[in-house]
């Protein structure tokens, strides 16, 4: 159904004039360019994404409406930053201390673009599998392991396994299962365990399987996501985004 209104709710629309100076007040700016009037699953989907982020803290979500008629708005935008009305609705991560913005290449779906945002950033989006305390305990044993601090990283796993054996729900506690058991596999294998185990899940994806087993896989890749150590290809992928910059002027 096509959309009646230039902006969605939850969201900031911005121009060529307001764009930079809105954006350098935000850490975390996730920017999306599209048609001035946006409709269909993917318009339906970033809807949905941008209701339920709205009250994330340090995160706004700007929209940049592009017109190919009349005034022909933002496509100086659109050229600096390299986008293409055919790959519309296109997507650009923004953070506060890079120069460049992070593409988005992933399925235009609200889970995806959560996960994007989870895999480059420190916000909590509560993503399918996900349990919020035991996300930030995960973030700490990670620091821990890092710092080869074997203390540390046993009294967090002592405090995981306490909260798994409170959890109630079964498909909770099966996914706190699934933290304990990565902390534990990072005792005895390391750090490098996460990225091994992150390619072997993602690969397991991509095979024919069941929707209960992809259900599965799908939720321990989001857990796999709380350890920062899949944050550490971050720096390359900015470095690997290419640009062309067209100075605008003030």
Do not use: C
């Not at 159904?1 to 709710?9: D, E, G, Q, V, Y």
């Not at 953070?95 to 992933?106: Q, R, V």
């Not at 993503?127 to 044993?141: C, R, S």
């Amino acid at each position: 159904m096509l959309s009646s209104k230039a902006h969605t709710p939850g969201t900031v629309t911005v121009d060529t004039f307001t764009f930079d100076k809105i954006r350098e007040n935000f850490n975390v700016v996730l920017a999306k360019f599209d048609d001035k009037y946006p409709f269909g699953d993917k318009y339906d989907q970033f809807k949905k994404f941008a209701e339920n982020v709205v009250n994330t803290k340090n995160l706004l979500v700007v929209e940049i409406p592009i017109t190919e008629y009349g005034d022909k708005e933002n496509q100086q935008l659109a050229k600096e930053y390299d986008v293409k009305k055919v790959d519309y609705p296109v997507y650009k991560l923004f953070l506060k201390d890079k120069s460049k913005p992070i593409d988005y290449t992933g399925d235009k779906t609200e889970d995806d673009l959560k996960r994007f945002l989870s895999q480059h950033t420190n916000l909590w989006f509560g993503l399918p599998g996900t349990i919020e305390e035991l996300d930030h305990l995960a973030q700490e044993y990670f620091y821990a392991s890092s710092n080869n601090d074997v203390n540390t990283q046993m009294s967090l796993l002592e405090k995981a396994r306490e909260q798994v054996k409170r959890l109630v729900n079964k498909k909770e506690k099966k996914s706190g299962e699934s933290y304990v058991k990565i902390m534990e596999s990072i005792i005895k294998q390391g750090t490098e365990f996460l990225k091994r185990e992150r390619r072997r899940v993602q690969n397991l994806l991509q095979e024919k399987i069941t929707n209960e087993k992809k259900q599965e896989f799908q939720h321990r890749a989001n857990i796999l996501l709380s350890f920062k150590s899949l944050k550490e290809s971050i720096t390359d992928t900015i470095d690997a985004v290419k640009e062309n910059v067209v100075n605008t002027g003030k």
